[in-house]
Nanobody, 120 residues
Framework: QVQLVESGGGLVQAGGSLRLSCAAS????????MGWYRQAPGKQRELVAA???????NYADSVKGRFTISRDNAKNTVYLQMNSLKPGDTAAYYC??????????????WGQGTQVTVSS
C-alpha cells in the first residue's frame, strides 16, 4: 500500500503565502512524477504543477510566476510554495504521485486533499 499525506493548507488573505507538503510512504519502487491538482466547487480537477524525478517542472498558466514546486527525492516528498495568492486559488488541493513498478507499469496515487482558502 502507498499513502500520500498532505499538510499545509489553510486560510490566508489575498497576497499571502502558503506552503503545501506531501509525503509518500509505503511500498514504493520508484516515483516517476509528483504533482498538485486542485478542484474548486462546481469545477473539474485541474493540474496546478508537476515535477519529474529528474526535476523537470510543469505549471498551469494561472500560477506561473507565483507558485513553485519542488521535490526531495530522498524523502519522497513534494512541496508547493504558493505566493501572491488570489481568491481564485481557493480550492481543495490534491497531491498526486505516479509510481513506477518493475514490470514497467505506472499507477496514480492521490492524497486526501487539503483546503486552501484565500480571502479578499
Amino acid at each position: 500500500q502507498v499513502q500520500l499525506v498532505e499538510s499545509g493548507g489553510g486560510l490566508v488573505q489575498a497576497g499571502g503565502s502558503l506552503r503545501l507538503s506531501c509525503a509518500a510512504s509505503g511500498s514504493i519502487f520508484s516515483i516517476n512524477a509528483m504533482g498538485w491538482y486542485r478542484q474548486a466547487p462546481g469545477k473539474q480537477r485541474e493540474l496546478v504543477a508537476a515535477i519529474t524525478s529528474g526535476g523537470s517542472t510543469n505549471y498551469a498558466d494561472s500560477v506561473k510566476g507565483r507558485f513553485t514546486i519542488s521535490r526531495d527525492n530522498a524523502k519522497n516528498t513534494v512541496y508547493l510554495q504558493m505566493n501572491s495568492l488570489k481568491p481564485g486559488d481557493t480550492a481543495a488541493y490534491y497531491c498526486n504521485a505516479k509510481l513506477g513498478y518493475v514490470d514497467g507499469s505506472e499507477y496514480d496515487y492521490w492524497g486526501q486533499g487539503t483546503q486552501v482558502t484565500v480571502s479578499s
